[in-house]
């Protein structure tokens, strides 16, 4: 019997040709290329922070180029948005609550109905499309520094604690040093 | 070398901004990986959290005023990058932050990205057992050997007080290892 071929096909499971001459080599490249520098248990792949740079810079233009083109697509959007939320503010200040009953058919919902949780769900699905940067887009010409909150009505326990809770996006806090 | 002073300018400039931070990223990509990777752990999420720090680090560099250090201000930007993925991460699974650590934990001993002994997936457990300050103080100290005011730069906490967070941290950490 063919001793290379006693190896090469067994109870009919086939090889493919030169399968064995080269498996030293694969394998060894396959360990290498699974990992380099390992930490305390933790491993990075191969060559990964070689191309590190390469793909940053990627993304940032990637990025560049999606924003200009978001921008003007969002502050058409947003003078609707803002103008339509003008509009319904002013009416239900202008008529108050009782008078504000839509009359519409199916659904019957006033704005008084709409609860406060209801608005907090709505935007803690992302339902809400505006982002924090659309938002600072539209007050971009407003100083904090001018804008008063009453500051002896939070107590700076209720605050941070607040904060804690429902801050997530930490963009906010770093964007001054 | 260059100075730290200069290349915040070329970060400023537009025409030198790419070049600059090129060299930013080469020097600092490995420290900040591994101190995002000690935070989320595995390797794919640790690089969107560090690809994100960087692509905020060059969005943001017109308004650094280098009133602290440029590697302080980088290492405050990932420690919050990490800080909220995880949140954002417990927030969709619809889970409590101790119980994320739990999961991320359990997923580690499958990471083809993690050969770490017994020991050290215990240790792993310890760490994930404290909370989230003592957890990321415990880390800068213990594995990546910063001083306490580096330390205290980058979290704005005094050294007084990072001092007690690694002491009850190394406690904790002795207790949980003794009792498992």
Known sequence: ?177 | MISEASLIQQLKNKETQSKAFRLLVGTYKEKLYWHIRRMVLNHDDTDDVLQNTFIKVFRNIQNFKGESALYSWIYRIATNESISFLNSRAKKYGISNEELQSKMLDRLEADVYFEGNDIELKLQRAIASLPEKQRIVFNMKYFEEMKYEDISEVLDTSVGALKASYHHATKKIEEYLLSN
């Open chain 1, 1 to 177: 019997m063919d001793k290379k071929k006693k190896y090469t096909e067994q109870e009919g499971f086939k090889v493919p040709e030169d399968y064995f001459t080269s498996f030293e080599d694969k394998l060894f490249a396959g360990l290498e290329d699974a990992s380099t520098d390992a930490k305390d248990g933790f491993k990075v792949p191969k060559a990964y922070f070689e191309s590190l740079e390469d793909r940053i810079l990627d993304s940032i233009d990637k990025e560049n180029n999606e924003e200009e083109v978001k921008v003007i697509k969002l502050s058409s959007y947003k003078k609707y948005f803002y103008a339509s939320i003008a509009v319904a503010a002013g009416l239900f200040l202008f008529f108050g609550t009782d008078l504000f009953t839509i009359e519409a058919t199916v659904p019957q919902t006033t704005v008084a109905e709409v609860e406060n949780e209801d608005i907090d769900s709505f935007i803690d699905e992302g339902l809400l499309t505006l982002s924090t940067y659309d938002i600072s887009m539209l007050f971009e010409d407003v100083n904090l520094e001018d804008i008063t909150v009453a500051p002896e009505e939070i107590e700076d326990n209720a605050l941070i604690e607040y904060l804690s809770d429902k801050l997530e996006d930490y963009d906010e806090l770093i964007i001054d040093n």
